[in-house]
C-alpha cells in the first residue's frame, strides 16, 4: 500500500512540475471562443488574471494591412500593469512583422480592448503576447 502512495505522489508531483513551464495560453472569459493560438501570456499570472471576451477575426483595411482586435478582460480585484507585443505573421507561420513591448493598464474587472494593424501587407496571421510589467 506504501508503494501505491509513493507512485501516485511521485506521478502527482511530475504532473505538477511539467505544467509549471510557460508560455501559457490565455483562457475565454465566461466560456467565449476564442483561437487561444494566437494569444499567449508570458507569465502565469496573467493567464490566471486575464480572459478573452472578444476575438474579432483580423481583416484587410487600407493599404491591404491586416486589421486585429481583441478585447480582454481583468478578472482580477485590482488593476493589472502589463506590456503587449504583437507579431504578424506570414502564411508560412514565420514573424513578418512585430511591435516592441508597449505598456498596457488592465482596469481591475473591466474589458480593455486591444487593437492595431501590421506595417506589411503581406501577413496572414498574428500573435499576441502578454506579460507582467517589467
Not at 494569444?39 to 480572459?51: E, N
Not at 493599404?63 to 502589463?82: H, R, T
Request: net charge positive; hydrophobic share 40%.
Amino acid at each position: 500500500m506504501k508503494t501505491i502512495a509513493g507512485i501516485l505522489s511521485i506521478a502527482v508531483l511530475a504532473a505538477a512540475i511539467a505544467g509549471c513551464g510557460g508560455p501559457w495560453r490565455m483562457k475565454p472569459a465566461d466560456n467565449k471562443v476564442m483561437n487561444s493560438e494566437r494569444i499567449v501570456a508570458v507569465d502565469s499570472k496573467v493567464a490566471s488574471y486575464l480572459g478573452v471576451r472578444t476575438e474579432v477575426k483580423p481583416k484587410r483595411v487600407a493599404g491591404d494591412a491586416l486589421e486585429v482586435s481583441v478585447v480582454l478582460f481583468n478578472k482580477k480585484g485590482s488593476d493589472l500593469s502589463c506590456d503587449v507585443k504583437w507579431q504578424f505573421l506570414n502564411e508560412d507561420g514565420a514573424i513578418k512583422d512585430e511591435t516592441g513591448w508597449q505598456p498596457v493598464i488592465f482596469a481591475a474587472r473591466t474589458e480593455t480592448p486591444l487593437n492595431t494593424n501590421s506595417l506589411s501587407p503581406d501577413v496572414s496571421d498574428y500573435r499576441l503576447s502578454i506579460r507582467l510589467k517589467r
